[in-house]
Each structure stands twice: as structure tokens, then as C-alpha cells.
């Protein structure tokens, strides 16, 4: 039986290469699939493999004391959703753009917003009620498949956008308000707690676990609508069969969560279309239809 993981953690890392090097020949004996990226601050890997080969990864990987009190989270999935076996060491676990920026301890990151279980997210809604906002961390491709109810989605194409994004006075007026971050497992808002925080937001908080915890709980139940993007081969998941599509097809507008990458190699953009239309465009982005009108019509 196989399965995927995917995990971060924030710790000071001495010796970048030498973990890197670890663990590659951990994965590799093991033999998992999947991205792990390391940086002066942390780690951050999705994998898949059979079910006790990643038990043994989690195992072998909380010997190191910078990674003790990770948290793993498990999903459907196998190895070969992954190409292949990517280790890098990178200026940032996550790419804001601002590794100057990130200072961390053995418990995390210094000046983040305030961890929130999923039960603790609901606890604060009934407290507060419309007073508390949703503020996707995500990308906007990520949000149009799958959302919080009444989300703010910034509009934001690459991760390393959000510094910008936070600037703008068109947020002004949620900076006194309480925010609950979200992203897919909770490491992209880390860093996006800390940086509203130091553009003003005065009460910041974060799912702990980010979406997939909240699913684990929830499902199809709670405050989440939608499908969850996942950078895989699946691509997009979800919690359970109550789930709904609420993306949009770009050619036909039907409802749906598939995504398709164009088919022409040196594009590769990432496309929201329906599986009718996927089939019947051949995975065609909508620049490259236009020089295809036949399929159109």
C-alpha cells in the first residue's frame, strides 16, 4: 500500500548540503519520490512510497534534533505521482522572496500569526462572527478550485507576489480586523503571518495544518467549499464525495476541478477546463487555440 506525505518544519539548519545530502540517501534507500527543499531556516518535502518505507522516513528524520516535533500529514496517493526524487537546498522553504526577512527559533517562526487547531477556527467565528476574515495564502489558480466561505483571494500569480500584494491600500481596512490565514498545509502562512503582521495587521492567525488538517476533520462538512490544488500528478483532491466543484471551465463554463497543462511543451501553462473539453481541445491553452480554429468550432 502506498501513500503520500507532505511536511514542514521551521528550525535553524547548520549544515545545509549535509542534510541534503542525507537526506537524499534516506529517499533513495527507501525509494520515495517527491520534493524536499531545505534552507538555512527549515524544510519542507512532499513524498510517496509504500506505507512503511515512509514510516521509516519519519522515523530516520526526527533523529535529526532541528526536525523533532514535525508533523506529517498523510493523503491518498503513491510514488509515482511524483517524476522523480528532487533534494535542493534554496534561500527559502517557501519562495516569498524575503530570506532576509525570516528569523526562526527551535519552535518556529519569530513573529508568526497565532496557530489555530480547526475547532479553535470555529470557536472564533462563533465569537466574533462576520467580524472575522479568511485571507487565502494561495495562489490565485489554487483558490479557483477550492476556497474558505467569503475568502479574501488576493490576486496573486507566484507566492513571491504576496510582499507586494500586502501593500496595497485596498487591505487597509482589514488590518484591525482578526485574519485567519489559510494555504494548503500551513507553511506558506508561516511566512505570510509574519509579513502582515509587519505590514500592520494587528490580530493574525493561521490554520495549524493548513487546509488538509482542516479537511482531516471537517471534510466536506465545514467552511470549506471546493477541491484542494495539490502539486502533484493528481493535481487537485478532495475530502470527501459531498465535495463540489466550483471552478469553472474556461471554454464551456461547466463546473469542475480539473486542471489540464497545455499540451504544447513549451507553453506548460495550467489550464481550468472540464474533461469534455480537454478532450475535445486536445489540453489546448486558449492562445494556442486560436491558431487552431477548427477545434473551436
Known amino acids: 500500500m502506498q501513500r503520500i506525505i507532505s511536511y514542514y518544519k521551521f528550525a535553524p539548519i547548520k549544515d545545509t548540503e549535509a542534510v541534503r545530502l542525507w537526506q ?6 527507501l ?11 527549515g524544510i519542507n518535502g512532499s513524498l510517496g512510497g509504500e506505507v512503511d518505507n515512509l514510516k521509516e522516513y519519519v522515523k ?10 514535525t508533523v506529517f500529514k498523510w493523503s491518498d496517493g503513491e510514488r509515482d505521482d511524483f517524476p522523480r526524487l528532487s533534494v535542493k537546498v534554496r534561500p527559502e522553504i517557501v519562495t516569498f522572496g524575503v530570506a532576509d526577512k525570516i528569523k526562526v527559533n527551535q519552535a518556529g517562526v519569530i ?5 489555530l487547531k480547526p475547532n479553535q477556527v470555529h470557536e472564533l467565528l462563533q465569537k466574533r462572527g462576520d467580524e472575522v476574515v479568511f485571507f487565502d495564502g494561495r495562489n490565485a489558480y489554487e483558490a479557483a478550485i477550492g476556497r474558505f466561505n467569503n475568502a479574501v483571494i488576493p490576486k496573486t500569480k507566484h507566492t513571491r507576489d504576496f510582499p507586494k500584494v500586502l501593500k496595497s491600500p485596498e487591505y487597509d481596512k482589514l488590518k484591525h480586523k482578526p485574519i485567519i490565514t489559510y494555504c494548503t498545509g500551513g507553511v506558506r502562512c508561516e511566512i505570510l503571518s509574519m509579513l502582515m503582521k509587519q505590514e500592520g495587521f494587528k490580530e493574525v492567525y493561521q490554520i495549524d495544518g493548513g487546509i488538509i488538517k482542516y479537511g ?5 462538512d465545514g467552511l470549506w467549499k471546493g477541491s484542494l490544488y495539490v502539486f ?3 493535481m487537485a483532491t478532495k475530502f470527501s464525495d459531498k465535495a463540489q466543484d466550483i471552478g ?10 480539473n486542471y489540464e497543462n497545455c499540451s504544447v511543451k513549451s507553453c506548460n501553462d495550467l489550464i481550468l477546463m472540464c474533461a469534455k473539453c480537454a478532450k475535445k481541445l486536445h489540453s489546448l491553452c486558449l492562445n494556442h487555440l486560436k491558431t487552431q480554429p477548427a477545434l473551436t468550432n
Not at 60 to 69: C, D, I, P, V
Not at 216 to 220: A, F, P, R, T, V
Not at 248 to 257: D, L
Open 232 to 234: 502533484d500528478k493528481r
Open 111 to 115: 513573529g508568526g500569526g497565532k496557530h
Open 24 to 29: 537524499k540517501s534516506l529517499c533513495e534507500k
Open 216 to 220: 482531516e476533520k471537517y471534510g466536506d
Open 248 to 257: 469553472e471551465c474556461f471554454n464551456c463554463k461547466a463546473k469542475t476541478s
Open 31 to 41: 525509494n520515495l519520490k517527491g520534493r524536499i527543499i531545505i534552507a538555512d531556516h
Open 60 to 69: 530516520q528524520t526526527k533523529t535529526y534534533s532541528a526536525f523533532l516535533g
